[in-house]
Nanobody
Framework: QVRLAESGGGSVQAGNSLRLSCARS????????MAWFRQAPGKEREFVAA????????HVADSVKGRFTISKDNAKNSVYLQMTNPKPEDTAVYYC???????????????????WGQGTQVTVSS
């Protein structure tokens, strides 16, 4: 069983940086693909970024490319989302997700992930 806990959310003004963290616990020996999704009020959940198991590749949504970066620290069993120059449209609940068997072509598909955190609210004001 894998447990995920997000932190680092909050309110930030547009243009100021914010870093989200996702701490993984439970079964830590598995190689997992880790991802961030978000859901704004009244909208569908959408993919933000992912790092494929083993760290072989990263994937970022076009809407945040060049502004958001995903990274991980294996020693801390954590994955991060660095949000640089956030915009009001980035306001959402951000969720961390993980899966051990996902294939590369499915990293942007939320239903492919078995494990989810509770989410952390990010509010970007103009």
């Amino acid at each position: 069983q894998v447990r995920l806990a997000e932190s680092g959310g909050g309110s930030v003004q547009a243009g100021n940086s914010l870093r989200l963290s996702c701490a993984r616990s439970g079964t830590t020996s598995q190689r997992l693909t880790m991802a961030w999704f978000r859901q704004a009020p009244g909208k569908e959940r959408e993919f933000v970024a992912a790092i494929f198991r083993g760290g072989s590749s990263t994937h970022v949504a076009d809407s945040v490319k060049g502004r958001f970066t995903i990274s991980k620290d294996n020693a801390k069993n954590s994955v991060y989302l660095q949000m640089t120059n956030p915009k009001p449209e980035d306001t959402a609940v951000y969720y961390c997700a993980a899966d051990s068997t996902i294939i590369l072509s499915q990293v942007r598909v939320g239903s492919s992930y078995d494990y989810w955190g509770q989410g952390t609210q990010v509010t970007v004001s103009s």
